[in-house]
Every structure is written in C-alpha cells, then in structure tokens.
C-alpha cells in the first residue's frame, strides 16, 4: 500500500515551452505533497509544499510563477514549469504524506520526473 | 537551521562483507531522523526511522542504524551485503511539530562487488 505515481518519467521540451507533471497517490488519500528537485549527485531540495484546496507553500528562493503547483483533488498534485529554459533541467520527485492509519505522517515517494530543456 | 552531512559519496563493498553508511546530521533539540534508498527508476524508500526511545533503530532489508547523540550521528549498518543492495541512500533529519518534513543528506552511493 502507499504508493506514489508521477507522469511523465521523463520528458524533453524546448526552451520557452511549458512543462506538466502529475503526482498521484494511488491508493491512499493525501492532503499533503510534496515537490523536490534533486540535482546530480546532490540532495533532494524542497520546492514546495503542496495542499489539496489551498495555496501551495513555497520554500525561500523557489519563484511561485515559474512552477505553478495544483492541488485540486485528495490524489492529485501537479507541477507546471512555465516558460522552461535549460537550468530548469532537473530531476523532479513528489512525495505524499499519510494522514490517517498505520503509516500516518509517513512521506511516500515518486519515482521522479527526468525533465530535459534543450 | 537543520542540516545533514553524508562525508562518503560513494561506498564500494564485496558482496557478503559488512557495511556502514555514516551520517551526521545538525539540529538544535531533539531529531527525527531517517535513512532511505533510492533505486533507478524508483521512489526512495523508507529504509528506518527514529523518532525516540531505543537508539538502535531495525529497519527493513536487514538494515539498522544506531542514534548516538553525544556524536550527533545516525549511521546505518548492515551485517552482510547483497547485490541488490547497490544503490544510492539517503540520511535526512526531520523537525518537529508533527510534520517530519526531511531534510536530506547529498546521499552516499553503494557500490557492490561480486
């Protein structure tokens, strides 16, 4: 049980273009998720902090405009890179937390989106 | 401010032999800490966590780690190594307040060799 999707695995879009992925808790619900970027070789660093119906919660230094997080359903998170450029280029991984049972306020991980701006 | 220092980047061990993966991690009270692992192609998973009592934390996969505060350092064992285990693990220490957001370490690499 407790188990996260994100789609796509990986895409490859060009400078200027926006970019789509969704985290999606498939069989539990998650009020809460989260959005790491993880570089090379280095660290997960938090985006942002994801609330179904709410405002997401933004970690210092993260711009609000250039990823655009949705929440809009107790399974579903999305984060849109708008206007990509290739610094944008990342390793991107949700996670969802557990808020009720065995396993409450255990985070749960996606496998990562591989995002390429060329 | 939290923090989490991994000092290996990459670990090489034969397979069979022990391993120790260190960590030492920076939080002014009392932590949550947790190692986890991540495989290509799949989500980091949980490998253990501790949160309070017994220092010597069992976790899955035959994994533990052992919480030694005077050492600030929360390093993670494993009497024998397999195959499999080949891959790239995490440290992360976590505030309190009920939220366990973790704050990773850069991760050390595990190398097996048959």
């Known amino acids: 049980g407790a188990v996260v999707s994100q789609h796509p695995s990986w895409v490859i879009c060009k400078s200027g273009t926006s970019v789509k992925i969704e985290c999606r808790s498939l069989?539990?619900?998650?009020?809460?998720m989260f959005w790491y970027r993880q570089f090379p070789k280095q660290s997960l660093m938090l985006m942002a902090t994801?609330?179904?119906?709410?405002?997401?919660?933004?970690e210092q230094g993260v711009e609000k405009d250039k990823f655009l997080i949705n929440h809009a359903s107790l399974t579903l998170s999305t984060l849109t890179v708008t206007s990509a450029h290739p610094e944008d280029s990342s390793f991107y991984i949700c996670?969802?937390?557990?808020?009720?049972?065995?396993?409450?306020?255990?985070?749960?991980f996606g496998p990562g989106t591989r995002l390429t701006v060329l | 401010a939290q923090s989490v220092t991994q000092p290996d980047i990459h670990i090489t061990v034969s397979e069979g032999a022990s391993l120790e993966l260190r960590c030492n991690y920076s939080?002014?009270?009392?932590?949550?800490l947790f190692w986890y692992v991540q495989s290509p192609g799949q989500g980091l998973q949980l490998l253990l966590k501790?949160?309070?009592?017994?220092?010597l934390v069992q976790g899955i996969k035959g994994f533990e780690a052992e919480f030694k505060r005077s050492q600030s350092s929360f390093n993670l064992r494993k009497p024998s190594v397999h195959w499999s285990d080949a891959a790239e693990y995490f440290c992360?220490?976590?505030?309190?307040?009920?939220?366990?957001?973790?704050?990773f370490g850069r991760g050390t690499s595990l190398i097996v060799h048959p």
């Open positions: 996670s969802a937390r557990v808020t009720s049972g065995r396993k409450y306020n255990e985070q749960f």
């Open positions: 069989d539990f619900q998650a009020t809460t």
């Open positions: 994801s609330n179904e119906g709410s405002k997401a919660t933004y």
């Open positions: 939080y002014g009270a009392t932590p949550y």
């Open positions: 501790y949160f309070s009592g017994d220092t």
């Open positions: 992360a220490v976590g505030s309190g307040g009920g939220s366990y957001i973790p704050t």
